[in-house]
């Protein structure tokens, strides 16, 4: 069956390391995207990809990047973690491309703590 | 730019009593789709429904509705005969034209209504 995972499901990492969350899908999806989220904000969208070599800025890209080098993988980067980065962060994807009504198929979350 | 308000932050109901999650959207689209996700306690978020704008009607779907009325732009959820099972946290989100960043359709998702059934 197809899936979207991501990994790891947890990590603890220290202030100012590089971080990169990795997020694979198997529906051969166009359309993928990362969002965090946090207590009282809901879901926010950090950076999503219309496809290979496609990405662009969400509303909180700040501190983050993501690269899309083929249609299952798009892996987000913090550059240089921080305390404000701990959330929970989920990856999903989407049939078509950039298409509005396609339900988004959600990855199972990163939990990631920065101390 | 689009929002979604959820006002109930938190609803506490009885098993098997009748709930409606409210819903309030803005946005200057003619043309967008509204959406609901259940996050159980597990922590996925799995997709319940979608609506567009040109389709008014209502949905039942088993012990779920839901009553989409532009006119208040309101998309509300109601959950009848709640079970326990039923407990999460439900996200309404609005799929709409956002001119900023790439100009492209974005997914806004409210802040979410922690349903909690007692059985």
């Known amino acids: 069956d197809a899936e979207i995972t991501q990994s790891p499901r947890h990590k603890i990492t220290e202030t100012g390391r590089q971080v990169t969350l990795a997020c694979h899908q198997t529906w051969n999806h166009n359309n993928m995207f990362w969002y965090r989220q946090d207590l009282g904000h809901g879901l926010r969208l950090i950076h999503y990809?219309?496809?290979?070599?496609?990405?662009n800025k969400g509303e909180v890209s700040d501190g983050y990047s993501v690269s899309r080098s083929n249609t299952e993988d798009l892996p987000l980067t913090l550059e240089s973690a921080a305390s404000s980065q701990t959330s929970v962060y989920f990856c999903?994807?989407?049939?078509?491309?950039?298409?509005?009504?396609?339900?988004?198929?959600f990855g199972p979350g990163t939990r990631l703590t920065v101390l | 730019a689009q929002k979604v308000t959820q006002a109930q932050t938190e609803i506490s109901v009885v098993e098997k009593e009748d709930v409606t999650l409210d819903c309030v959207y803005e946005t200057r689209d003619t043309t967008y789709y509204l959406f609901w996700y259940k996050q159980p306690p597990s922590g996925e978020l799995v997709f319940l429904i979608r609506?567009?704008?040109?389709?008014?009607q209502n949905e039942i779907s088993g012990r779920y509705s839901w009553n989409f009325q532009k006119s208040t732009s309101s998309f509300n959820f109601t959950i009848t005969a709640s079970q326990v099972v039923d407990s999460a946290v439900y996200f309404c989100?609005?799929?709409?034209?956002?001119?900023?960043?790439?100009?492209?359709?974005?997914?806004?998702f409210g802040k979410g209504t922690k349903l909690s059934v007692i059985p």
């Open positions: 989100a609005l799929s709409a034209y956002s001119p900023s960043g790439a100009g492209s359709y974005q997914l806004t």
């Open positions: 990809s219309y496809g290979v070599q496609d990405t």
């Open positions: 609506r567009n704008s040109f389709d008014e």
């Open positions: 999903a994807s989407s049939e078509g491309r950039g298409t509005p009504y396609n339900e988004q198929f």
